[in-house]
């Protein structure tokens, strides 16, 4: 029998569904602070549904035992020539589009890089009977006319591999790599996730502002202080601090990014820096397989910095950095959690959380990065890996973890105000501004202070 929990999940299943279309025609609308322009206009209703449709039942489909996966993109072929940032390949003359036709050419595209080119060319329907030539109604028809490679760039600068980048184009972009799950998309940027039957808005600044980030401003400050021990004068510019912000945060980011594209699922429990595996605090709740003490990872953010604040020309210390944010995702391809501090000391991976006889039942969804809970749900709706996550954080307030999905979603999980709480679907491809590559909103936390010499 359903649990009450199972039949409204059941009941909010939005495919297929006329709320879906009503959906995202919200969610396209509302502003997103990264965005500078209004917005390019939605596909009109009837074309956006049968994208939908054909989409929805192309990611339903295998081609040679390959999983179909896609980038859609709606737009005609000269607007999407005249965006600087791609190059478009035209077919010699459109095919007809469906899910068929997706999933023929879905394996000669890397979505990542090409989205498949899509218009609905407008033909004017006769209404005067078999004889006549009255015009009546336009009609529709949706055909595939090229390719649109939109290069590697952006994907890039995601990963911290560029520090910046032209977005890929405005218009309507429809995605799938997984059966069932559609995203959209413009210009680079998540507007909502079909995931499970579920429709999802990505959580935007949760690394940025709120209890999250809250949790990381002593770490933040510390590095400020690493900075200001060589190059004293940076701490007391608003430039300086804002570069030490950005690059502590864009470690964590780029991590969670990294773990995401293994497709293997994954935890990230970050802790005191404090604390230590033989301890009071973890070793009666953490066994692991691996333990380590490497502090590489703050030693190359410091380097980061530096290289930044002084204008380096040379990309020594961005290559280092990103040689030690790939080595710390890659740990999560082995079983169980990463264990890293809040000052980026890796501590061990291969964890096994070990909390038992925890009294939690229920945890508290968040609508958005301050922590506000939405709903709760119960533990039990989970699966092991979120569970005993959820038991950590429960037990150990000062921690806090992200867990992957093999799906891609990734959530964070903390104790706030005596609370255990969710953040699903969390956004770590959006909140920079793309020529700055700085912070865009919602606003930080509070400015760091400013700081001499100190030690650290």
Not at 177 to 195: F, K, M, Q, Y
Not at 360 to 382: C, M, N, W
């Amino acid at each position: 029998m359903l649990s009450e929990e199972e039949r409204v999940a059941r009941r909010s299943r939005l495919y297929p569904s006329d709320r879906l279309l009503t959906e995202i025609d919200e969610a396209w609308k509302e502003p997103d602070p990264g965005e500078s322009d209004e917005p390019l206009p939605l596909p009109p209703a009837d074309v956006l549904e049968e994208l939908l449709h054909e989409a929805y039942h192309a990611s339903l489909m295998m081609e040679e035992s390959r999983r179909v996966r896609f980038r859609l993109v709606y737009g005609q072929e000269q607007a999407l020539r005249e965006e600087a940032s791609v190059t478009v390949v035209k077919f010699g003359h459109p095919v007809p589009f469906d899910a068929d036709g997706i999933r023929r050419l879905a394996p000669a595209t890397d979505p990542a890089q090409v989205a498949i080119g899509v218009w609905a060319e407008a033909e004017r329907a006769s209404t005067a009977g078999d004889g006549g030539s009255e015009a009546g109604e336009q009609a529709r028809e949706l055909r595939t006319w090229g390719l649109v490679d939109t290069g590697s760039s952006w994907v890039r600068f995601l990963r911290g591999e560029a520090y910046s980048s032209a977005p890929p184009p405005g218009q309507f972009t429809l995605a799938s790599n997984e059966p069932g799950d559609l995203t959209v998309s413009r210009a680079g940027r998540t507007i909502l996730r079909l995931r499970h039957g579920a429709l999802t808005s990505p959580i935007l600044g949760l690394l940025q502002s709120g209890p999250i980030a809250e949790r990381f401003q002593p770490a933040v400050e510390e590095l400020a202080r690493a900075i200001a021990e060589r190059v004293p004068e940076a701490m007391r510019s608003p430039v300086g601090r804002s570069w030490v912000q950005r690059i502590y945060v864009d470690c964590i980011r780029r991590i969670l990014l990294g773990i995401r594209d293994l497709g293997h699922g994954g935890a990230l429990l970050i802790v005191p820096d404090t604390w230590e595996l033989a301890g009071p605090e973890l070793s009666p709740c953490l066994r692991v397989k691996f333990p380590c003490d490497d502090r590489r990872l703050w030693e190359r953010a410091v380097g980061q910095v530096l290289s930044k604040l002084q204008s380096s020309a040379s990309t020594d210390a961005a290559e280092q950095l990103s040689d030690a944010i790939r080595f710390i995702s890659a740990l999560c391809a082995v079983d169980g959690a990463v264990v890293l501090t809040d000052r980026l000391r890796l501590l061990g991976f291969g964890a096994e959380i070990t909390v038992i006889n925890d009294d939690l039942k229920k945890v508290h969804v968040a609508k958005d990065y301050t922590g506000k809970a939405e709903r709760q749900v119960p533990i039990e709706s989970f699966g092991t890996r979120h569970r005993s996550s959820f038991r950590f954080c429960h037990q150990k307030p000062e921690g806090l973890a992200f867990v992957m999905s093999q799906d891609g979603g990734i959530k964070a999980v903390k104790r706030h105000e005596d609370q255990v709480v969710v953040w699903s679907d969390i956004d770590v491809e959006s909140g920079f501004d793309v020529e700055t590559s700085s912070p865009s909103a919602p606003a930080g936390p509070e400015p760091l202070p400013e700081v001499g010499g100190g030690g650290v």
